[in-house]
C-alpha cells in the first residue's frame, strides 16, 4: 500500500513568489492534515480537512496560505505571495477515519526555502 | 490553546545508557502518541496512550501516560546507534475531532 505522498520534496523559491504544494493521503483516509514544522521548533498544525470540507483551518498562519482539496481526494497547499518566515518543512498527514484514536501516517514532507 | 511541551530540547547519550523523554500538556488529553523522526526522514508513529496510568512497552521502549493525562513519558533503555532521531509527543484533547498538537521533540543523539 502506497504511503502519504508529497510533491515537491524541495523547493526554492524567492520573496514574494507563489508556491504550491501536493499532497496525496493514502487511498481512502477521509482525514487529510497540514503541518508544518520550522527548524527547531515543534511540528505546528495547520489545518485538517475531512473529505473535501475544512474540519479546522484554525493554525493557518494568514490569508496568504490556501488549502484545498477538490474531490477530497489529494490536497494542495498555496503560498501565494511567499516571506522569508514561511521556510520550513510542510509535512502532510492522513488518516482513515474521524475520531480520538487515530494515529496519523505522515508524508516525507515539503522542505520550503525562501530566500 | 492547548499548548504540550517536552523536555529536553537534546540530549546526547553514550550507547548502552539510557535515555528519557518527558511531555507536558497544558489540558487533559483524550489521548498521547509518540512519532519517532530519523533524521532527513519524516514523523513515524510509535505508539499510543488512551488509558490514565497507562504503560506500554515496545522492546526496549517503555511508554507512560499519567494519572491525571497531562503528561507522558518515553523511556529508553540502553541506547542504540538505531535509536538516533527525534521524538515527538503529540497530545489530542477533549472534545471532539481535535488535531494533534505535538511537542517540540527531543532529538536524541548516540554515541558509540
Known amino acids: 500500500e502506497a504511503g502519504v505522498t508529497q510533491f515537491p520534496s524541495h523547493s526554492v523559491i524567492e520573496k514574494g513568489q507563489t508556491v504550491t504544494l501536493r499532497c496525496d493521503p493514502i487511498?481512502?483516509?477521509?482525514?487529510l492534515y497540514w503541518y508544518r514544522r520550522v527548524m527547531g521548533k515543534e511540528i505546528k498544525f495547520l489545518l485538517h480537512?475531512?473529505?473535501?470540507?475544512?474540519?479546522?483551518e484554525s493554525g493557518m498562519p494568514n490569508n496568504r496560505f490556501l488549502a484545498e482539496r477538490t474531490g477530497g481526494t489529494y490536497s494542495t497547499l498555496k503560498v501565494q505571495p511567499a516571506e522569508l518566515e514561511d521556510s520550513g518543512v510542510y509535512f502532510c498527514?492522513?488518516?482513515?477515519?474521524?475520531?480520538?484514536?487515530?494515529?496519523?501516517?505522515f508524508g516525507q514532507g515539503t522542505r520550503l526555502t525562501v530566500v | 490553546g492547548q499548548q504540550v511541551m517536552q523536555i529536553p530540547q537534546y540530549q546526547h547519550v553514550q550507547e548502552g545508557e539510557d535515555f528519557t523523554t518527558y511531555c507536558n500538556s497544558s489540558?487533559?488529553?483524550?489521548?498521547i502518541q509518540w512519532y519517532k523522526q530519523r533524521p532527513g526522514g519524516h514523523p513515524v508513529f510509535l505508539i499510543q496512550?488512551?488509558?490514565?496510568?497507562e504503560v506500554k512497552k515496545q522492546k526496549r521502549l517503555t511508554f507512560q501516560f499519567g494519572e491525571a493525562k497531562k503528561n507522558s513519558s518515553l523511556h529508553i533503555t540502553a541506547t542504540q546507534t538505531t535509536d538516533v532521531g527525534t521524538y515527538f509527543c503529540?497530545?489530542?484533547?477533549?472534545?471532539?475531532?481535535?488535531?494533534?498538537?505535538f511537542g517540540k521533540g527531543t532529538r536524541l543523539s548516540v554515541i558509540a
Open positions: 498527514a492522513s488518516s482513515p477515519r474521524t475520531g480520538l484514536n487515530t494515529e496519523a501516517f
Open positions: 487511498s481512502g483516509h477521509d482525514n
Open positions: 480537512f475531512v473529505k473535501e470540507s475544512k474540519q479546522d
Open positions: 489540558t487533559t488529553l483524550s489521548n
Open positions: 496512550l488512551v488509558k490514565s496510568g
Open positions: 503529540a497530545g489530542r484533547d477533549w472534545g471532539g475531532n481535535t488535531p494533534l498538537v
